[in-house]
């Protein structure tokens, strides 16, 4: 009995141990990759390594986008002694508010951004109060020197530094470079650590682009565009400028600026009624066809009204009995060119427009692209074709316009439309060149030089007077077009689109532009009167700079002073409003009001800023937005001039050591105003960013053994993974 009992003992420790190793087995051989693999799970975590997003630069290698080294404050409550304290703390350094940073902290105890992308200044005296439960993480800012010039055709990037719309957009791709990623190991405390052992894939920085833009000559057309809607009153305006024997396009401005998100460049995506800016178009078809002659004699008005097809009434602002085919196109006559056009016929006008670009997409490198309107023949009524050759029935996009003028420009041979010179890797060797490309010849070397000379006398004597400067031949073509009104269905009245489309020299054309003055208001609305201006001072410009498009490369060293201004701003501060006003009115400047208030609290520019006459002053009567915290601005990669534009509303002066970008201020952003002294802006070249010497205060490093700058990755903080 005893023996059955023993026998029966070790029966069950046999099976005992049969299914412990039984299980041992299945564990370590059947199910040995499952367990591996949640091992590798709970000890290794892979970290996200950013790459640097490269360079937009313009033709010359100034800089027009780079990425700026920032700092962003994150925040775990979890950790901190007293929340509501510590909100109070960082509100005062940060200009938050306390009530909203306090409701975070509670909203989300484990994790909560406090404010991204702050300067290192203020990173530094956020890490100097070493609050518990309270993160620094290194961050980068993109930053545009250009400020608000060239900002519709740059774009823009999000807060993950991935481009959102322009050329960031369209050239994110080589841009945003490859990300990298590290392996950490967790311990059974939970803190993360790498080992020389661990799995690494360094990050492919972006590559640098080179754009065919001319920094000097958008900021320029920008300038003069931007004043040019201010004082007509205008609702819009566009240009585009192009380097006619290349299709590259050197400036492509708008104004005004609408806010991110909704704005865009129009001067790609917009299409309007070219008007009389067409015409150059059935003009070469005509003489590429042999159907006209520069002298031939043409019937018009006396009138200014003929009927130039069944049921279609023309007029002309100058009311001629006949016109010879060189006056017509000088004196811009509708009923001619709508005679003409019918001499070419629908067929043929369609194939040279066709030919030039309209109704179609250039293909060139930018996002949301529009291709115009241009209907076949066949859907063509009987009044179209004669419509169509007056700059009507069709709509067209600026770029399609300069593109039209810069083949005339050119010879007759149509180029590819270019925004992208060079790509560079990040060491700065280039890996790919774009070259010129001709893509058809669309008039003969004889046409082209004809219609260059007939639009030569449209500047020297005929509507486009105002477009003439002294000491160059310019030639260019007015338009002025009615606006379809939607709310009526037909033309509106008073709304026109008033526009200018020219080149220079007009016997070896390195210029083309195309001007756009969208519903001027007031008395003048022709586009002689509006646009024709605006190309004029852009060239006038341009021929000052030695090394610009229209410049002759040498380099002037000595030269008199330039001569004082005109006017000099007079100081405004607490005047009333109306004393103000007339006080401008007297210096010949104009006066634009800022909020509500009896007085002038502050004005730009400031009182004693020389500025032309009839330049417009804002008056403050209440304090700005950034007036009104009394705190000195961050000026950190802006150019001097936009770094000069910021201060401007804090009556702060400047002093300038160097030339270039904004690399460091002092006092630093965030001093209270007003100061003493002037704030020194120390400038570099190409935008270097600021790296401090031996014995200058560094920004805020973080290392393990400060709370307040402990990596973030040991808690889980700031940090993404890859899958």
């Not at 909560?112 to 070493?130: D, H, M, S, T």
């Not at 007759?412 to 700065?428: H, K, N, S």
């Not at 009567?621 to 009394?630: F, G, N, Q």
Request: with cysteine.
């Amino acid at each position: 009995m005893r023996k059955s009992r023993v026998l029966v003992a070790a029966a069950g420790l046999l099976l005992g141990l049969v299914v412990v190793w039984v299980r041992v087995g299945w564990l370590q051989i059947v199910r040995h990759a499952h367990y591996t693999e949640r091992a590798d799970l709970n000890q290794e975590q892979r970290v996200l390594l950013r790459p640097a997003r490269g360079n937009l630069l313009d033709r010359g290698g100034q800089v027009l986008a780079r990425d700026l080294k920032t700092y962003s404050v994150s925040g775990a409550p979890r950790e901190m002694a007293n929340p509501r304290r510590t909100a109070r703390a960082l509100a005062d350094l940060l200009d938050e508010s306390p009530a909203r940073l306090a409701r975070l902290f509670v909203e989300r105890p484990r994790f909560v951004w406090i404010k991204r992308r702050i300067p290192p200044a203020l990173a530094e005296r956020v890490a100097a109060r070493r609050e518990r439960g309270v993160y620094l993480a290194t961050e980068v800012q993109r930053v545009y020197p250009l400020g608000e010039a060239a900002a519709e055709i740059l774009g823009r990037t999000d807060l993950d530094a991935n481009g959102v719309d322009g050329l960031e957009l369209q050239l994110d791709p080589a841009l945003r470079g490859r990300p990298g990623w590290n392996t950490l190991f967790r311990d059974g405390a939970g803190h993360s650590m790498a080992l020389p052992g661990g799995l690494r894939r360094q990050p492919e920085d972006g590559q640098h682009v080179v754009l065919t833009l001319d920094a000097d000559l958008q900021c320029i057309v920008e300038t003069h565009l931007a004043a040019a809607v201010d004082s007509l009153d205008a609702q819009r305006g566009f240009a585009m400028f192009m380097e006619p024997s290349t299709g590259e396009v050197l400036a492509a401005a708008v104004a005004p600026h609408l806010e991110p998100g909704k704005a865009r460049n129009w001067n790609f995506t917009d299409q309007f009624e070219p008007g009389s800016t067409y015409k150059p178009v059935v003009v070469g078809a005509a003489l590429e066809e042999g159907l006209v002659r520069p002298d031939q004699v043409f019937e018009a008005s006396a009138t200014g009204v003929a009927v130039v097809a069944p049921g279609t009434m023309f007029h002309d602002v100058h009311k001629e009995a006949q016109f010879t085919f060189r006056d017509a196109v000088r004196w811009s006559s509708n009923i001619v060119m709508g005679r003409v056009g019918n001499l070419v016929g629908a067929e043929r006008l369609y194939r040279y427009s066709t030919a030039l670009g309209f109704g179609s997409i250039t293909g060139i490198t930018f996002p949301g692209e529009a291709g115009g309107r241009l209907r076949s023949p066949e859907r063509w009524s009987a009044r179209s074709t004669p419509t169509i050759a007056i700059g009507h029935e069709l709509s067209v996009t600026p770029l399609q316009l300069t593109l039209a003028y810069s083949a005339i420009a050119n010879g007759g041979v149509m180029m590819r439309p270019m925004l992208v010179r060079e790509i560079r890797d990040a060491a700065g060797e280039t890996v790919r060149r774009y070259a010129p490309e001709a893509s058809h010849r669309v008039f003969s070397e004889r046409t082209s030089a004809i219609v260059r000379e007939l639009l030569t006398a449209v500047v020297d004597s005929g509507t486009a007077k105002a477009a003439r400067v002294p000491g160059i031949h310019i030639a260019g073509k007015t338009g002025t077009a009615q606006k379809y009104d939607p709310s009526v269905g037909t033309y509106g009245k008073g709304l026109y689109l008033s526009s200018f489309a020219g080149f220079a020299p007009a016997e070896a054309p390195r210029l083309v532009g195309v001007v756009v003055i969208d519903e001027p208001r007031g008395k003048k609305y022709y586009g002689g009167e509006v646009a024709a201006p605006i190309f004029r001072r852009v060239v006038e410009d341009l021929r000052r700079l030695p090394r610009g498009p229209l410049g002759s490369g040498v380099v002037q060293v000595a030269a008199r002073p330039p001569a004082p201004a005109p006017v000099v701003v007079p100081d405004l501060r607490l005047l009333p409003t109306r004393a103000a006003e007339r006080r401008l009115a007297a210096h010949d400047l104009r006066a634009r009001n800022a909020g509500h208030g009896a007085r002038v609290l502050t004005q730009e520019p400031a009182a004693g800023t020389a500025v032309e006459r009839g330049a417009v002053v804002t008056l403050w009567l209440s304090a700005p937005e950034d007036a009104r915290t009394r705190r000195l601005p961050d000026l950190t990669g802006l150019s001097v001039r936009a770094a000069l534009r910021r201060l401007a509303p804090h009556q702060v002066a400047a002093k300038i050591v160097g030339k270039g970008t904004v690399v460091r201020q002092s006092p630093a952003a965030g001093t209270r105003l007003p100061m003493a002294g002037p704030c020194v802006l120390y400038c570099e070249p190409g935008g270097t960013a600021y790296a401090p010497t031996a014995g200058e205060p560094t920004a805020y490093a973080p290392t393990a053994s400060e709370p307040i700058g402990a990596d973030p990755a040991r808690r889980g903080l700031a940090q993404e993974r890859t899958p």
